[in-house]
């Protein structure tokens, strides 16, 4: 097997951190998420269009307009309680496996992977291109996600050789992907 020099590497180690602002960017990109939101800033427009209607109108504004209100900040309450309480206990479930410093090499071909500290190629698992569908890119991450949906995050304070301007450069180059900057 011919091994290619890595152009790039980056090491990440997944803390609670890095694994919370994948769980936010994973649910962002969910649609059911956006219609949620879509319907919460309509519920909030309706009622207080129509509480502006009946205070300037004169008349008392009556509990059963603004308890719409009061249950969707309930319900957006309960589900970001209960959001935050099921990232905490998969990353305890997952913390000794996520904290493995993992080291990126990417090469001309492929990208391998491999415990830091750990130089034996054999050893690595190897990446081809060609099995990224999409790769995100944020202020703080890289996202490389395969066709089988699994993701891979590299940490953009984590490059042990190369930069960040490099690695956009090279898969923009190499894969052809659908290649997203995102805020």
Do not use: C, H, W
Not at 72 to 80: N, V
Not at 101 to 122: A, C, H, M, S, W
């Amino acid at each position: 097997m011919v091994i290619n020099v890595s152009r790039v590497e980056v090491k990440t180690i997944i803390d609670f951190k890095t694994y919370k602002d994948y769980f936010i960017f994973n649910l962002k990109r969910r649609k059911t998420f956006i219609i949620l939101i879509i319907l919460g800033i309509l519920a909030i427009v309706f009622s207080i269009i129509n509480i502006l209607k009946i205070v300037n109108a004169g008349d008392q504004v009556k509990f059963e307009l603004i308890s719409p209100l009061i249950v969707l900040f309930a319900l957006y309450a309960l589900y970001y309680v209960i959001y935050n309480i099921k990232i905490q206990a998969s990353y305890k479930s997952n913390k000794v496996s996520m904290q493995t410093p993992l080291v990126y090499y990417f090469t001309d071909d492929n990208i391998q992977i491999g415990i830091e500290g750990r130089d034996e190629i054999k050893n690595r698992v190897i990446v081809k291109y060609q099995e990224l569908k999409y790769i995100f890119e944020t202020t703080k991450y890289f996202y490389l996600v395969l066709q089988n949906n699994k993701m891979y995050i590299l940490k953009k304070d984590g490059f042990l050789k190369g930069t960040a301007l490099e690695l956009e450069t090279m898969m923009r180059a190499i894969v052809g992907l659908p290649y997203k900057k995102l805020k």
